[in-house]
């Protein structure tokens, strides 16, 4: 008797950030995700409480709904919000243990800008979470005209792939201080999400 065949491995990129506010950025890095590394899913993991940022963010309902909005027109893209009902810091390795409970056979695929892996050394069980998923890095051109590099021979046992970003100085913090000072953002973040923020005045008491 010929035996089944085995199923091939489901591909999942984890896209995780504070998305406040989600830009058209953030919007085409996970675009570009799915389409260079042949995702089945894209999971975008929007922070609950950010254990690494000096700032306090906004609400969780209105970032969520924001990311919504922001990714709602890709394929295979889906807004993940469980970080935002865990009670304490949002670590990834905690989310990515979740998630390999509830997805078997699957191969993890992290998905960082070039900031975000320059600060892989301080992450939350950093070698667990290496052994656990590729890296896959989009450096991006920042408003110097530079960009920011990642080094990943200092990781040899872990697994790195680049993706191809287009040049992009667009900030969130560039962003919110925009819409503080109460100009058209829509161009940044797109008609949807400029909306939203108006709607709901947000980034008027602090950029």
Not at 3 to 18: D, E, H, K, N, T
Not at 49 to 54: D, I, L, Y
């Amino acid at each position: 008797m010929t035996p089944s065949p085995v199923p091939p491995r489901r591909r999942i990129g984890l896209f995780g950030g504070a998305f406040d506010p989600p830009h058209l950025t953030h919007v085409n890095l996970a675009r570009l995700a799915v389409e260079q590394l042949g995702l089945d899913e894209l999971r975008v993991l929007v922070t609950g409480t950010a254990w690494h940022k000096p700032r306090g963010l906004s609400s969780a309902v209105h970032r969520i709904a924001m990311a919504e909005l922001a990714f709602s027109g890709l394929r295979k893209v889906r807004v993940d919000d469980r970080e935002t009902r865990r009670i304490g810091p949002s670590y990834t390795m905690d989310t990515l243990a979740g998630l390999q409970l509830e997805n078997p056979d699957t191969d993890w695929f992290l998905i960082l800008g070039g900031d975000q892996a320059l600060a892989l050394p301080s992450w939350h069980r950093i070698h667990d979470l290496l052994q656990c998923a590729t890296v896959c890095i989009a450096d991006r051109q920042d408003s110097t005209g530079t960009y920011s590099r990642f080094d990943p021979l200092k990781w040899p046992q872990a697994r790195f792939l680049t993706l191809q970003l287009p040049p992009s100085g667009q900030s969130a913090t560039q962003i919110r201080a925009m819409a503080h000072a109460r100009q058209d953002v829509s161009p940044l973040v797109g008609q949807a999400v400029a909306r939203y923020i108006v709607d709901h005045q947000l980034y008027q008491t602090s950029p």
